[in-house]
């Protein structure tokens, strides 16, 4: 079922349908969620409330984007204002006795390299955090976070610039051992 025999299934009201909706999407949306938020249970949080927001307003999707965009750009924004919300109520906590999984092909990282990675990444602005983690880490291209931000391409790549300077910056007495 293509995208848009899914979305007219899902907008009749057909159970066989919202389950495919679900499945089909949820791992791309928890990993988003996860790498942005840093944090599994508020992961887990931003993704039931990204499907119940994108099952709410299916019947305004325009199909200007693909649908995979269209539910990456609610995911961004539910993590990004749930991630202020904890934020500015000072609840957030990040631990990094399990960073998310991300495959390597070098050598291991040393254990601070991995840590002071993970805390440099979380230190970036949410733009440049956003745009790093979808391109870098998730694979998406600079049109498809372009489309999912509602930011022109070439900000998408002016932003993942800027976040892997800030990057390099941070972990630059690395650089002799990684180079």
């Known amino acids: 079922m293509d995208d848009q025999q899914l979305i007219a299934a899902v907008r009749g009201g057909d159970p066989r349908a919202e389950r495919e909706f679900y499945d089909r999407f949820v791992d791309r949306v ?100 956003t745009v790093f983690v979808m391109h870098d880490v998730e694979g998406y291209t600079h049109e498809e976070i372009g489309q999912a931000l509602e930011i022109q391409p070439g900000t998408s790549k002016a932003q993942l610039f800027r976040a892997r300077a800030k990057l390099r910056t941070a972990l630059a007495d690395f650089a002799g051992e990684w180079a």
Request: net charge positive; aromatic share 8%; glycine share 4%.
């Open 30 to 129: 928890y990993r988003l969620a996860h790498r942005l938020a840093g944090d599994a249970a508020a992961a887990q949080d931003y993704t039931q409330e990204t499907f119940v927001r994108a099952f709410d307003r299916l019947a305004q999707f325009r199909g200007e984007a693909s649908l995979s965009t269209w539910i990456c750009r609610i995911c961004v924004s539910v993590t990004l204002n749930g991630i202020k919300a904890r934020t500015s109520r000072g609840r957030i906590e990040v631990t990094m006795d399990e960073p998310p999984e991300v495959p390597t092909t070098r050598r291991e990282a040393e254990p601070d390299l991995k840590t002071r990675l993970h805390a440099a990444i979380d230190a970036l602005p949410d733009g440049y955090r």
